[in-house]
């Protein structure tokens, strides 16, 4: 079984920026597909950005030119930096893990964490 945990979220201004850390309970971080999702109020969740173990990288049309996903190798652990916040941005950010594939934007994830909440306002 596989822990994940979310840090880094907050109440931030339009414009500001947050980075997220996804830390996991095994040495996973090189191996699996690791992907960053949000759900807002009364919406659905949905992919934000990942990087499969082949290290493709997937981002979402809402946060390219915005958010960066990088890993840690060593840490055993995987960011999301948001940069250039909007308030669509607010939502509860959930990472997720499952063993690696080619390419980590489709398909089911295993393993999830409890969630971090971003809010984007002024």
């Known amino acids: 079984q596989v822990q994940l945990v979310e840090s880094g979220g907050g109440l931030v201004q339009p414009g500001g920026s947050l980075r997220l850390s996804c830390a996991a309970s095994k040495f996973i971080v090189p191996f699996y597909d690791i992907g960053w999702f949000r759900q807002a109020p009364g919406k659905e969740r949905e992919g934000v950005s990942c990087i499969s173990s082949s290290d493709g990288q997937f981002y979402a049309d809402s946060v390219k030119g915005r958010f960066t996903l990088s890993r840690d190798t060593v840490k055993n652990i995987v960011y999301l930096q948001m940069d250039s916040l909007k308030p669509e941005d607010t939502a509860v950010y959930y990472c997720?893990?499952?063993?690696?594939?080619?390419?980590?934007?489709?398909?089911?994830?295993?393993?999830w964490g409890q969630g971090t909440q971003v809010t984007v306002s002024s």
């Open positions: 997720a893990a499952r063993d690696g594939t080619r390419w980590c934007a489709t398909g089911q994830y295993d393993y």
